[in-house]
């Protein structure tokens, strides 16, 4: 289990500083009324195993394939331990599923649960077969979104960057920066089973968001007794961040460009 959670300490009000324009989001029509057809790249990991039963379970989309290294062969729904086969095997060989899924002309997303150094090309080949993209691999590096919106935005297809797919996460970050202005004094607690993984990118997206308001904080000693304001938010398991990814492919069909942040669509 993770948990994250902010202290904020009193301080008199703030004006809140002039707010920075936000990316344009360009939407299509709404996508016809046949299922998405959804591949989850990185299907054999915990997180894809995941997707696969939410998918399924979900109106309006399939699974239509699997992308892994690992496994490769077995029926993924065998490997997720659902009732019944799902009849798809995972393949290691993502150009060959997206040439199947694009010949029934269907929408198709790619759900990208692999890592850094592969999902710009990922992103380029679903594009190549007119897919949407959403993305969801930690410590994904800027220069690399910086690139795949170049990419989206001059085939004017779609593609969601979520750094986090936890909406409750989303949720404590923006009532972070509502709380900001009100208290001069922040602290960013978060534990994790594997001290590897400190800082998260969760805790690290809420110390640049409070960073980015232009306040300066912590300056006073807060040892004594004082009013203490705190938001706290757990994951238990993987599949509090199934929500937040149906979400995600339900706002990606329709989009034309690339957007970061799932945050956008709350």
């Known amino acids: ?32 009324q046949s299922n998405v057809k959804v591949i989850v790249n990185g299907a054999a ?8 039963i939410a998918v399924t379970k979900a109106r309006g ?7 892994d290294s690992y496994l490769v062969g077995e029926d993924i729904g065998k490997v997720c331990d659902m009732e019944e086969p799902l009849e798809i095997p995972i393949i290691n060989d993502l150009t060959m599923v997206l040439g199947s899924i694009s ?4 929408t198709g997303v790619v759900i990208d649960f692999t890592d850094p150094s592969t999902v710009y090309d990922n992103v380029k080949q679903a594009t190549a077969f007119g897919m949407k993209s959403v993305v969801h691999v930690p410590r994904i590096k800027l220069d690399t979104v910086a690139a795949l919106s170049g990419l989206c935005e001059k085939a004017s297809t779609g593609c969601l960057v979520a750094p986090t797919l936890s909406i409750g996460s989303i949720l404590l970050q923006q009532a972070a920066i509502s709380a900001s202005f009100h208290y001069n004094n922040v602290e960013i607690v978060e534990s994790r089973a594997s001290p590897a993984d400190l800082p998260s990118p969760n805790a690290t997206q809420i110390a640049k968001n409070l960073s980015n308001l232009g306040q300066i904080y912590n300056r006073q000693d807060i040892s004594t007794d004082v009013l203490i304001y705190s938001l706290k938010h757990d994951i238990t398991d993987v599949q509090c961040l199934m929500p937040g990814l149906i979400l995600a492919i339900r706002k990606v069909v329709r989009l034309k460009n690339l957007v970061y942040g799932l945050e956008k669509f709350l």
């Open 61 to 67: 989309m399939e699974v239509a394939g699997a992308v």
């Open 1 to 32: 289990m993770a948990t994250l959670s902010c202290h904020f300490h009193p301080t008199v009000y703030k004006s809140s500083p002039n707010t920075k324009a936000r990316p344009s989001i360009l939407c299509s029509m709404q996508p016809s």
């Open 45 to 52: 990991k915990e997180i894809g195993r995941a997707a696969v």
């Open 103 to 106: 010949q029934s002309k269907a």
